[in-house]
């Protein structure tokens, strides 16, 4: 699965949106707006994001890194368990060198895949980066627990 830089902060965003609909149930609608309006200005810029296409060639999901850290990992519905996100993921960790990852606590789908995937939670905040009431588990690849 080719992966790409990528710049399309619209169609990032497009996915992010479908992604965050199908997964995080826990977000009130204002709080999915005010990350939404924050994503394509403040977020993505900040960070180096690398995608992946369905066969259509229409981005399906996209992986954010910053300087040693995935920051965000988001797929598109339509492609959850095609391997996008594993392949991603694999990525950041033989060609970044990331070995850190953030999770949102009430997220218990993203939390198994990056378990799944060889991370273990190091540490846990009662809020999120923005202050909100969502927990974040630390996670660290290949940690000793």
Known sequence: MPIERCF???ALTEVWLASVKATHDFLTADDMEFYHQRLPHDYMPNVDIYA????????????GL??????MLFVHPDAMGKGCGSC???FAIMEKGMRKVDVNEQNQRALDFYL???FAVVGRDAVDGEGKP????????????
């Open 8 to 10: 399309d902060y619209d």
């Open 88 to 90: 991603l993921i694999d």
């Open 116 to 118: 799944r995937r060889g």
């Open 66 to 71: 910053g300087t040693d850290t995935i920051e």
């Open 134 to 145: 969502y927990p974040i588990l630390h996670l660290h690849y290949g940690a000793e627990v």
């Open 52 to 63: 992946v296409r369905d066969d259509m060639g229409e981005l399906c999901a996209f992986i």
